[in-house]
C-alpha cells in the first residue's frame, strides 16, 4: 500500500500549501487592477513576514521619470492584500514597474500598459 492514502494524502497537500504560501514573500500577484484615465491599481498579496513593500515605476522609455511608492497599509497578519494606486500616468504610455519587499527589488518586473 503506498503512503499517499487518502488518510494521508489531505494533510500531506494542506501542509505543503501552507509552507509553500509562507515560503515566498510575495504571495499573489502582482496583477493589474483598475486602469482609467491617468491612474492604476497594482494588486498583490505578501507573506506575514513582510515588513515593507514598495513599487517603483516609470515610462519604459525614460527610467529618469522614475517614482516610488511605499505602501502605507498595516502588514503581518495571516492575510495581506494590497493595492497601490500609481497617478499621473501618461495617455498611451508603457510603464515597467518593480516590486521591493521588505527592500529587496529582485521580485518583480512588470509592464504596465496605460
Not at 27 to 44: K, Y
Not at 67 to 91: C, Q, R, S, V, Y
Not at 107 to 112: C, I, P, Q, S, T
Request: charged fraction near 20%; hydrophobic fraction near 40%; include cysteine.
Amino acid at each position: 500500500m503506498s503512503f499517499f492514502t487518502k488518510k494521508h494524502f489531505l494533510p500531506f497537500i494542506a501542509c505543503f500549501i501552507f509552507i509553500q504560501g509562507y515560503a515566498q514573500p510575495l504571495i499573489s500577484g502582482p496583477w493589474a487592477g483598475n486602469v482609467e484615465l491617468r491612474t492604476a491599481v497594482i494588486c498583490m498579496e505578501v507573506a506575514p513576514t513582510v515588513k515593507k513593500v514598495a513599487l517603483r515605476f516609470y515610462p519604459a522609455d525614460d527610467s529618469t521619470q522614475m517614482k516610488t511608492i511605499h505602501f502605507k497599509g498595516e502588514l503581518g497578519k495571516t492575510f495581506n492584500p494590497i493595492k497601490i494606486e500609481l497617478n499621473a500616468l501618461d495617455f498611451n504610455t508603457t510603464y515597467n514597474y518593480k516590486i521591493f519587499l521588505d527592500g529587496e527589488g529582485n521580485y518583480v518586473a512588470e509592464k504596465l500598459n496605460h
